[in-house]
């Protein structure tokens, strides 16, 4: 009998669009991008900064999914940006208690507003991806004072998880756990990327999930 052909899904996560804010800080933006694993496909020079397009991975090249957009800021939502901040003095003492309450929100959980997530097959890989990103949030000029990084390890209870987590050069002392089993998060919150309801910054999530196990944190909440 002959092999079924791979079924084509009927459907999948097509494009996500993002910014960035001055045309200068493009490059910076992409960078980020590219360190994150994501396939640079194409730099399109516009009068106020570059376009770029990017793939998850080499698959994706000319398909219509698995892709990120990057532009800068359109002016008028620059100027809606600078409207809201300027309304609820963002930055300032006199900060509007919401945006206080709101950011206070994040630093107990990444994940708790706008972000988007992208996993990876390799736990060695985001390893690597996030130990590179911290010694560059210190020593690298373009991303110094740009991203912050933070962690959460499996719910405990599978032992070979837990062992290879706590082997782990980038696990192995997080305390912080997800919400739910048999997968790790790293969160890279940044302001070269402009979203959120502010609309200065955003969280960039990696997932890894251990295969072959009866649920993980992407397939079962656990609160
Ligand atoms: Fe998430």
Not at 129 to 139: F, G, P, Q, S, W
Request: proline residues 5%; negative net charge.
């Amino acid at each position: 009998m002959a092999t079924a052909a791979k079924e084509t899904p009927a459907r999948s996560m097509g494009h996500l669009a993002l910014h960035y804010g001055k045309a200068e800080d493009g490059p910076k933006a992409a960078k980020l991008l590219s360190l994150l694993g994501l396939v640079e496909t194409q730099v399109l020079p516009l009068p106020d900064g570059n376009f770029y397009r990017y793939v998850v991975d080499n698959e994706h090249f000319a398909r219509g999914d698995g892709i990120v957009y990057l532009s800068a800021l359109p002016e008028r939502q620059l100027k809606l940006i600078e409207a809201i901040h300027d309304t609820f003095k963002v930055g300032t003492d006199n900060e509007h208690e919401a945006v206080q309450g709101w950011r206070q929100m994040l630093i107990e959980d990444p994940e708790s507003s706008f972000h988007f997530g992208f996993l990876l097959n390799s736990l060695e890989d985001l390893e690597r991806i996030t130990l590179d990103l911290k010694e560059r949030a210190e020593n690298d000029p373009d991303l110094k004072g740009h991203i912050e990084i933070g962690l959460n390890r499996s719910r405990p209870g599978d032992p070979d998880v837990d062992a290879r987590l706590d082997a782990s050069p980038l696990f192995g002392d997080v305390t912080r756990c997800a919400y739910g089993r048999n997968g790790v998060q790293v969160f890279v919150k940044t302001d070269l990327l402009k979203a959120g309801q502010l609309g200065d910054g955003m969280v960039i999530e990696l997932d890894y999930v251990f295969p072959d196990r009866e649920n993980h944190i992407l397939s079962i909440v656990e609160m």
